[in-house]
Nanobody, 113 residues
Framework: QVQLVESGGGLVQAGGSLRLSCAAS????????VRWYRQFPGKQLELVAPITGSGSPNYAYFAKGLFTISINNSKNTVYLQMSSLQPDDTTVYYCNLFPANNWGQGTQVTVSS
C-alpha cells in the first residue's frame, strides 16, 4: 500500500523559511513524478512544483526563485524548501505521486505578518 506523508509545516513570520518533506512508503519515486500542490479555501488545487524521479524540477511562476524542490531517492523523500514566505502563502500543502495519483494528508503552512 502506497503512503505519502507530508511534514514540516508550521507557523513562521513573513520573510521566513520552511522546508516541507514528503516521505513515501510502498513505492519508489524513481519512475514517477512527485508534485507539490497547495489549496486555498474554496479554491482548486494549485500546482507549486513537480520533480521527476531523476531529479528534474519545475516551478509555478510564483514559486520560481523562492521555492526549491529536491528529491532524495535513497530516503524516498521529496523536499520543498520555501523562502521569503508571505501571508499569501498560508494554506495546506499536499504532495502527489503521478501517475498513480496518490496523495498525502497535507501539511499546514501559516505565515504571520
Amino acid at each position: 500500500q502506497v503512503q505519502l506523508v507530508e511534514s514540516g509545516g508550521g507557523l513562521v513570520q513573513a520573510g521566513g523559511s520552511l522546508r516541507l518533506s514528503c516521505a513515501a512508503s510502498g513505492t519508489s519515486f524513481r519512475a514517477n513524478i512527485v508534485r507539490w500542490y497547495r489549496q486555498f479555501p474554496g479554491k482548486q488545487l494549485e500546482l507549486v512544483a513537480p520533480i521527476t524521479g531523476s531529479g528534474s524540477p519545475n516551478y509555478a511562476y510564483f514559486a520560481k526563485g523562492l521555492f526549491t524542490i529536491s528529491i532524495n531517492n535513497s530516503k524516498n523523500t521529496v523536499y520543498l524548501q520555501m523562502s521569503s514566505l508571505q501571508p499569501d502563502d498560508t494554506t495546506v500543502y499536499y504532495c502527489n505521486l503521478f501517475p498513480a495519483n496518490n496523495w498525502g494528508q497535507g501539511t499546514q503552512v501559516t505565515v504571520s505578518s
